[in-house]
């Protein structure tokens, strides 16, 4: 259990089978710590000094994130506030709490994702991009064409090319004119450094205009404490460590992940999720798809990532493809089956 307020409830601890159990961060009389302690359960504290929710039951909401968020002043928000926390050299307790935040965090995923039947699609690319470039159009399709074929479309949840995605899953079952409308809206504030207050406005805007979403997903990290809130995600599965949300948002895409034109970043998700694909860690290889020729076919990672595939007789998932509709076509063909036994990201948090 995790972050509840027993204090109340009106259970026989006495009695319950708590043997193994975990209270994290549950508020209980002091009585009842004593009797589930002495049943067998561990009983993890509330961490209320730390600056943030260490113990988390769900996944974040664009609302929680942006609690205390004043017009104009991006660093009013929930998210800012954590984001200048981990700025600063933690202390032992701050650690762990850290720690702590992402383990649940992870739980959270888990639980999200056995309840969707959907399959993921990873969409990775750059966070530098700007609204209203021609990658960021392509990008908004594809979000809504992945996400009007079933899909659960996921990204790294920050801004450029993994907003564009999110914007479009967001937008799938709105009118077709609604997606072009919103880039077009969104294209008065291209630029989050160079206008953070008009970038969000803008995108809340949005927000308010078409408020009947499509679910989709959003992973990003407190690692990159300069990039605003993604608004149009509508989970936000946020973490402390970088490299473990860098690998988890990998190991869900087990419908696909898709490479939109990205820097470095990309370039190491590209290798991250072909050492999953070498190494078949969770159960199956998924599809690599690179969206746009001029961009991939000639890159000498694509060329490395094609003659690894090939050693191991998986160089048929290795595609590059020039439009969104591609995309959504290889994926039908290529994408495996779901193990139906366990998320991938089991082994991190149970």
Known sequence: MVALDLRDAAVAWDEADVDGATFAGCRLRAEDEGTVRARGAVVLPPLDVVGFEAYRGSLYSNEQLMAGYEPGRPETTYDARVGAIARTPPTALVSLARGLHDAC?????????????????????????????????????????????????????????????????????????????????LARAPDYAADPAG?????????????????????????????PVNQFATHLAKYFDN??????????????????PGGSGTAQEIFTDAAQNAYTLYGVRSPMVFLGRAEFEASPLVAGLRALAAEDGWEHLVRVVDDSNAVIGTLRELVPSTPTETWPMRNRCS
């Open 199 to 227: 970038y969000l406005e803008r995108a809340r805007e949005v927000r308010a205009r078409w408020p009947a979403v499509t679910e989709n997903l959003g992973v990003p990290t407190w690692l990159y404490v300069d990039e």
């Open 243 to 260: 490299s473990i949300r860098e690998n988890g948002l990998l190991a869900i895409a087990l419908g696909g992940v898709v490479f939109t």
């Open 105 to 185: 965090i992870d739980a959270a995923l888990v639980r999200f994702l056995e309840a969707t039947p959907r399959a993921v699609v990873g969409v990775m690319g750059s966070h530098a991009t700007l609204r209203g470039h021609r990658d960021y159009v392509e990008t908004a399709h594809l979000g809504r064409g992945l996400a009007r074929a079933g899909y659960l479309v996921a990204t790294g949840g920050g801004p450029g090319l993994m907003e564009a995605a999110n914007l479009g899953a967001r937008l799938a079952d709105a009118p077709d004119t609604a997606l072009a409308e919103a880039v077009a809206h």
